[in-house]
């Protein structure tokens, strides 16, 4: 890899979008060509509170969407996506200068990871990304001026991931891990340090990951989270593919993900929970088809190929939301050959899919034709209630011909927010029992649930949700059945409740639902 020309981190594509997947790519290309307009914001320095210009900071430095650190980065990116994916020397000449132009801040000041890691994180990416697109037409002064930079911006982020090991179940280390890794996939045979970072993630990003799934793929933290950190992580994957040739898609995971999303995200759903972002949004379900198609196309697959068509079809009839989310590039030929494919001919037939690593079920009953769909999604996960997972074990979501019948509660409207701890975050916010107005308990590891005991046959599928150490400070046994009886198609659930001696606790069944 490291004797390979630049572009390392994709392929080049024609000019003419030949081999772009859909007109959506081609759309974002002719959006990141709108970013050619030269220059950048001058740079701040680090303020503090008691400095009169403390409002520019926070402009800066405040929440992750839309600043000017991570707004920077992302046109940068947008940019050097255009240069690498086209090849047009405008584009490339515009990466350039932005790249060149952005070296100028000091990176040990405002923009420094100490100050936003996300912010910063943006940043160095789409820096990255600039370097990656342009390198071949750099004057050895340029050259030698962004390789300091990087080095130092990269050597902030190596940093604070070097304890990594001693507690990987985190979010935002596992950016900065693929981050450092993009970093030094561009920068290896070019300066010492890239191919010591690369030993260092390694066994991280090729053997610990995925800490939040297993190989079943269901992802822990729910659909939008494991959407944001497995889009990341395909990255790093296909430049490892198809540089180095080492093809981490062979792990199950990763056919195991797109399954998961398959059952447990029905293009159609008004409301897909079960952790942070449940919201109906174009941008969620565009990028739910682009990261699946991906998979599809890596693993040489056409399992997933008209779940896919679905979800794209579904996205037409979206809101839009206002920021666009994680830039995302399948650099694949359009169509595999053969028969484009219905589904995973071993689990066509079930209604039950269960993926227990992470606790989540789904029981579908007609998942290609959504007028006619039964859809329960329940969650009873062993992650217990940390994170961007919520106290809902035994949780569920109804869907009937299309339409959502029971859902999770509330919105993400920033984590640790007033509603997200004191209403999302409850057992009360869910369709769960409390017990004496008592839920689970918040924000523990311990709090974990299971889904167990799954049977199906021809008359009835069941799962059951065991969440006696949720419920652990009053409860001996809390448990909740799901039954669906395949002739009647009903559901038939069945809580099962023993007290803690000594404890007196009533179990209260609630429900939550737009309609009446």
């Avoid at 792990?251 to 993900?257: A, E, M, S, T």
């Avoid at 009953?365 to 809902?392: C, K, L, Y």
């Avoid at 074990?393 to 339409?403: E, V, Y």
């Avoid at 974990?448 to 150490?469: C, K, N, P, Q, S």
């Amino acid at each position: 890899l490291a004797s390979r020309p630049h572009p390392r981190l994709l392929p080049r594509i024609r000019p003419d979008g030949e081999l772009l997947s859909d007109s959506g790519r081609v759309s974002r290309i002719k959006q990141a060509r709108n970013g050619l307009k030269p220059g950048i914001p001058e740079h701040p320095g680090p303020y503090k509170k008691d400095d009169p210009r403390w409002p520019q900071w926070i402009d800066w430095y405040g929440d992750v969407a839309g600043k000017v650190t991570s707004r920077t980065g992302s046109r940068i990116r947008g940019v050097a996506e255009a240069a690498i994916l086209t090849g047009d020397a405008e584009a490339i000449a515009a990466a350039k200068s932005l790249l060149v132009d952005v070296c100028s801040w000091d990176p040990k000041g405002g923009s420094a990871a100490r100050y936003g890691d996300l912010q910063a994180a943006s940043l160095l990416k789409g820096m990255v990304w600039a370097y990656d697109a342009c390198e071949a037409t750099l004057t050895e002064e340029e050259r030698a001026l962004v390789h300091n930079i990087l080095k130092e911006r990269i050597l902030q982020f190596y940093v604070k991931i070097n304890p990594f090991r001693i507690n990987p179940a985190q979010n935002h280390p596992w950016k900065k891990n693929t981050i450092v890794a993009e970093s030094a996939l561009a920068l290896l045979g070019v300066i010492p340090e890239a191919e010591e970072w690369l030993e260092w993630l390694r066994p991280v990003l090729c053997g610990i990951w995925p800490v939040w799934s297993g190989d079943d793929g269901a992802w822990a933290e729910g659909l939008s989270y494991g959407l944001a950190y497995v889009n990341i992580m395909t990255m790093f994957a296909t430049a490892l593919k198809h540089g180095a040739g080492i093809d981490l898609f062979r792990r199950p995971f990763w056919q195991g993900h797109a399954r998961w999303r398959q059952a447990c995200f029905p293009p159609y759903a008004e409301w897909i929970g079960f952790g942070d972002h449940s919201e109906r949004w174009a941008t969620t379900w565009i990028a739910n088809a682009d990261l699946v198609e991906l998979i599809g196309r890596e693993t040489g697959t056409s399992e997933f190929t008209e779940y896919v068509r679905q979800l794209r079809d579904a996205a037409t009839e979206c809101p839009q939301r206002i920021d666009s989310g994680f830039a995302y590039v399948n650099p694949l030929p359009i169509l595999l050959p053969g028969d484009p494919g219905t589904g995973n001919p071993a689990t066509a037939a079930r209604t039950l899919r269960v993926f227990p690593v992470a606790g989540w079920g789904a029981f579908r009953t007609q998942p290609e034709q959504a007028d006619q769909d039964i859809a329960m999604i329940v969650r009873s996960s062993p992650f217990g209630s940390i994170s961007h997972s919520h106290a809902n074990q035994n949780d569920f979501i109804l869907h009937a011909g299309g339409t959502i019948l029971a859902m999770p509660s509330g919105y993400y409207d920033g984590y640790g927010s007033p509603h997200h701890a004191n209403w999302v975050w409850h057992t009360k916010s869910h369709n769960c029992l409390t017990l004496s107005d008592a839920g689970q308990l918040m924000r523990s590891h311990a709090a974990a649930g299971a889904l167990e005991a799954a049977y199906e046959d021809d008359a009835l599928a069941y799962v059951r949700g065991t969440a006696d150490a949720a419920y652990a400070d009053r409860a001996e046994r809390c448990r909740r059945h799901f039954l669906f009886l395949k002739a009647h198609r009903c559901f038939l659930l069945v809580d099962e409740f023993e007290a803690k001696p000594g404890i007196v606790s009533t179990p209260q069944w609630n429900l939550h639902s737009w309609a009446q």
